[in-house]
Nanobody
Framework: QVQLVVPGGGLAQAAGSLRLSCVAS????????MGWFRQAPGKERQFVAA????????VYGDSVKGRFTLSRDNAKKTLYLQMNNLKPEDTGIYFC??????????????WGQGTQVTVSS
């Protein structure tokens, strides 16, 4: 199976920055697209960003465009989400996912454990 490990989230002030990491392992880790979702308190799961395994194509949710950036290190099988100009509305649990890709959670078969991101005013 594919395993996704997110070492940790973080705490930041408004307008600050954080970087999330997602480390993939397993027999299919090199053959799947990856994405990020988040869930704010009392709200539904929201698409954040997605990337092909090769990194040739990326897509971002409207709420994070211009602020968040995806990158990857194939040698380390690690995906990075650089989050700049953070807002309190970015607070929530962030999930790393792998699968066929796309903006819908239906396109993902494997999920990480989730990590807390908190942005204070």
């Amino acid at each position: 199976q594919v395993q996704l490990v997110v070492p940790g989230g973080g705490l930041a002030q408004a307008a600050g920055s954080l970087r999330l990491s997602c480390v993939a392992s397993g027999p299919m880790s090199g053959a799947v697209d990856m994405g990020w979702f988040r869930q704010a308190p009392g709200k539904e799961r929201q698409f954040v960003a997605a990337i092909t395994w090769s990194g040739s194509s990326t897509v971002y949710g409207d709420s994070v465009k211009g602020r968040f950036t995806l990158s990857r290190d194939n040698a380390k099988k690690t995906l990075y989400l650089q989050m700049n100009n953070l807002k309190p509305e970015d607070t929530g649990i962030y999930f790393c996912a792998a699968g066929r890709g796309g903006w819908s959670p239906i396109g993902y078969d494997y999920w990480g454990q989730g990590t807390q991101v908190t942005v204070s005013s």
